[in-house]
């Protein structure tokens, strides 16, 4: 429980209050991310379903998103925008990581977080307009599977930036991959939850593959730019493969 109130702390703008802190669970507490996120898409989902009885289904998904934004306070939107900045252009690894490290947004960040969240305001419009179940759980799927994949860029690439002058230094050290299993353990509790509820179990299963792709992929891009993650690669990681779980959500198939 300390552990997940640690995750909740640090991914969201709940005020979790907690009697003292240990670095060393700022670093394990990513074993519950997938918790967290299907936390809040547990709020997205609770959103949607709401506002689409009293507006049209694209102002419903709107809503739906603004309100997973607030509760995270943009902090994956955050990391996509930086990681387009620094990796979007022909520059060497030194200059990308300082391009992260600048906090005003230049074009590639500002394109990749402008069509990220038209992306995704489309595909929550299109589950608006769908049984409330498909909605609920492409919801909880898409936030639970993209904190599991930014947790298995982790695992599997060391820290790429400058370890002294991270964020968040308990997260550039070497995480467990005992933490990586908790982590896809809690996603697979999810897709059980949902198949035992009525979803469709090859389009869960679609949608976790897609998650794993897109973890992959980021893994492939970090490795090759970087030698590894940095916290705004894992926000780019998570927003990336959240676009990817909802396109196999509402892909026809």
Known sequence: MRLFLVALQFLTRLPVRLEGFEPAWLNDCVRHFPLVGALVGGVGAVVLAGAGHLWPAWVAAVLALAATVALTGGFHEDG??????ALGGVVSRDKALAIMKDSRIGSYGALALGLSLLLRAALLAVLATRPLLGAVAALLA??????????????????GGDAEHAKAKPLAMAVAPRNFAIALGWC????LALAAGGVDL????????????????????LKRRLGGYTGDGL?????????????AFTASF
């Open 202 to 221: 090859p389009r869960l299963l679609a949608t976790a593959g897609a998650a794993a792709v897109a973890a992959v992929l980021m893994h492939q891009w």
């Open 142 to 159: 898409s936030h639970a599977f993209a904190r599991a994949a930014a947790v298995g860029v982790m695992v599997s690439l060391p820290y």
């Open 80 to 85: 996509l925008a930086d990681t387009f900045d």
């Open 188 to 191: 697979g509790l999810l897709l």
């Open 235 to 247: 926000g780019a990681t998570e927003q990336l493969a959240e676009i990817a779980v909802l396109l």
